[in-house]
């Protein structure tokens, strides 16, 4: 029996068939939507807003956390952690063993004893302060950037685009921002509040997001009263370190403190400026390497989101990353590889398969001559990768959701001045013909 | 002129909209599906998403919102989805709005 599979047996198995740490001790809060949700596999839901004003830890002990807690002790199964549960199903290890493993035995002992109406201090928090961004990346959409809901605005809903049940691309989600950016936000005040009472001792890990944190008008605030605070909790930001993030003003903000700076890129050039539409490759490289030079950067990692269009160069920015750690140090700076699965037109499996045999066998190359500058971790993601290519089915309406990534694509470049055919020649004989 | 009731989802919301109507000597068209006369509308969250509600509004010259309390609502959901609904109206001033306290639960 693996360790995983011994520690389920011996920490959660004996308390529920269902029981995960994260529903008490991880979240992930939007402070400027008032939303929260648990970990990253569930569907977020509204904060009661009068809830935040009588008890500012309801940010987090939502009464619908506290009714999934309930179940859990039950052993029963939430209906929103489905993702775990079909994994489980499906007699893999789900999400929910590797997340209770963050916390002690005795935390989720103590989670399991407890009164599920009881509010929990967190341990782990992802804080999104507002959805401000100067990007509006292909895969993202209005309800992450204000670039995105200024595209709806300005040319309105993208138009036959099927498999978009969740309407991400039609509308400009204003209520996604339920204040003005200078007015006082009772979500960011409720936070503020729980980490002077409980949180600073409480919480281990605090990751900043967006939008784009760093242009959020709150960001600097935070810095700044971070910075004031006794706490052996670790800051990181996930940044697009694109154009006007001021990088030597953030440095210099967070001088005394050591943070994790994470950033979003997955290709190399026009491919990238392609999808990360209105970020500058090379004045990205050049923040990084900003990063890279400062004291107070602890480690970079470069977030992978693959997608249909991301893995032609891709290798051209492992081989970038390898560079970097020549010059900055082998522990600097990682790479973490996700899969990009929403929207289901960007992922890989909309390519032919001949592309995809080629891309997996291109990347199975490159993986085998770098086998010795890439970490053991990067090596099995990568690995998992190029199976997912080969391997994995194409969903049963491949010809719709082909449709939906012309339409959406044709449409795309309109609206940014850009041109699918010519940055992307090799694919486009197959773009034609869809 | 154009007014939308935001309220719960109960025959009280539509109760409270023709009251709100004879007040204005006009009329309470009932839930906003044909919107093309002047009057009163109403609208729950129980009807429509938040999402489509942010552009649905658009159309009324003034909301009106019916401070109901948690416990008449059924799903909580819906209720958190309308205060969300009332911090966005309000804050960024979308349109003229009056909240509509109520004395007893409704």
């Known amino acids: ?434 | 002129m154009k007014y939308l009731c935001i309220g719960n989802p109960t025959s009280a919301t539509n109760d409270i909209t023709t009251r709100l109507a004879v007040a204005k000597k006009t009329i309470n068209h009932g839930l906003a599906i044909n919107t093309e006369q002047e009057g009163f509308y109403h609208i729950s969250l129980a009807d429509i998403s938040i999402l489509e509600a942010e552009t649905f509004l658009e159309q009324f010259d003034e909301l009106y919102f019916l401070d109901q309390g948690k416990e008449t609502y059924s799903s909580e959901l819906v209720y958190n989805n309308t205060r969300a609904l009332l911090l966005y109206i309000k804050n960024w001033n979308v349109k003229p709005l009056k909240i509509v306290k109520l004395k007893s639960p409704g």
């Not at chain 1, 489980?88 to 002690?104: C, G, I, L, P």
């Not at chain 1, 049940?165 to 409720?190: C, G, M, S, T, W």
């Open chain 1, 1 to 434: 029996m693996s360790d995983v599979l011994k520690y389920k047996a011996r920490v959660l198995d004996t308390k529920s068939q269902s029981f995960c740490g994260a529903k008490w001790y991880e979240a992930v809060i939007f402070l400027g939507s008032g939303k929260t949700m648990s970990c990253h596999h569930n569907p977020y839901h509204e904060v009661s807003d009068t809830a935040v004003l009588e008890n500012y830890k309801a940010i987090h002990n939502t009464s619908e956390k506290k009714q999934q807690r309930a179940e859990m002790l039950r052993g029963e199964r939430s209906e929103g952690c489905n993702y775990c549960w079909r994994l489980e199903d499906n007699n893999s290890v789900s999400d929910r063993v590797y997340k209770s493993q963050k916390f002690t035995d005795a935390d989720n002992q103590l989670a399991f004893d407890s009164d599920p109406n009881a509010d929990v201090d967190l341990q782990s928090l992802e804080l999104h302060f507002d959805k401000v961004c100067q990007m509006a990346c292909s895969y993202c959409h209005a309800g992450y950037s204000t670039t995105w809901a200024q595209d709806i605005k300005q040319n309105g809903a993208y138009e036959n685009v099927e498999s978009d049940k969740q309407q991400h691309y039609k509308y400009q989600r204003k209520i996604d921002q339920l204040f003005k950016p200078n007015q006082e936000n009772l979500y960011v005040e409720a936070f503020y509040k729980w980490w002077d009472a409980d949180l600073h001792r409480t919480l281990k890990e605090l990751r900043i997001l967006g939008g784009e944190p760093l242009l959020s008008p709150h960001i600097w605030r935070f810095i700044e009263w971070f910075k004031s605070k006794d706490t052996e909790c670790s800051l990181e930001f996930v940044t697009n370190l694109g154009p006007k993030v001021d990088v030597p003003r953030f440095l210099n903000a967070v001088d005394g403190k050591q943070v994790v700076v994470m950033t979003s890129m997955e290709t190399v050039g026009e491919h990238a400026e392609y999808t990360r539409d209105g970020v500058d490759y090379e004045l990205w490289c050049k923040n990084v390497e900003l990063c890279l030079q400062s004291k107070t950067v602890s480690r970079m990692s470069v977030l992978f989101t693959v997608n249909a269009l991301s893995m032609f160069n891709m290798c051209d920015l492992m081989a970038k990353i390898i560079h970097w750690r020549s010059v900055y140090g082998k522990d600097r700076i990682n790479m973490s590889i996700n899969i990009l699965r929403y929207p289901v037109f960007q992922n890989i499996t909309v390519l032919s398969d001949t592309a995809r045999q080629q891309l997996a066998t291109t990347l199975e190359q490159w993986l085998e001559l770098h086998r010795n500058y890439i970490t053991d971790y990067e090596y099995q993601q990568l690995e998992r990768l190029v199976s997912y290519v080969r391997v994995v089915d194409a969903p049963d309406n491949l010809q719709d959701v082909r449709k939906d990534f012309k339409s959406f694509f044709t449409q795309y470049d309109k609206r940014r001045g850009k041109s699918f055919k010519e940055t992307f020649p090799e694919l486009a004989d197959w773009y034609r013909h869809i």
